[in-house]
């Protein structure tokens, strides 16, 4: 047999990833929106409308199901991508995101222009929609680090005693 082949070593890496999610990460596939009983008719058509209520299902938690269902919705529909990254990105930066979040943005954002319009290509947006909403909302307010950064490159204090006895950091507004 030869293993020099793409195609069976893609394979066995996909099998081997499988069982490792399932038995290691205890995380079991997850069904892609709008197949079998998941109909998203019940969903806005318009792409604004669509774009919105993905932003407003992050602001609970667990809603990694709604954001990927209006991901899908949106892209079924054939609207243009480029607003959807636009909105995934904001998102991102609307929480106190860290820095594996960004990362998988970007790397979301750079497999889906690799795979472009297609079947992968909208698995990978769905995905990274899935794990932006399992990370939202952050538990720290909304652009606490652009706040901080902003006033940083002011040169504005962030941090400063509250008293003589205590020299603890306080974060000032």
Known sequence: MELQRPELLRGVFHGAMQVYLIRF???????????????????????????????????????????????????????????LIATLTRAVLREDAEFHTYQMLEAGVQQYWQWGESAAGRHILTAVARYIAAHSPTERSQLQTAMVARRLTLGEA?????????????FTQ
């Open 25 to 83: 990460l205890n995380v079991p596939p997850a069904r892609l929106p709008g197949l079998g009983d998941d109909q998203l008719d019940d969903l806005p058509r318009d792409s604004s409308e669509l774009l919105k209520a993905f932003l407003t299902a992050l602001d609970s938690q667990g809603a990694v199901k709604a954001a990927g269902r209006l991901v899908v919705r949106y892209l079924m529909l054939g609207h243009p991508v480029e607003p």
């Open 158 to 170: 962030i941090h400063e005693a509250h008293d003589e006895e205590d020299s603890s950091p306080v």
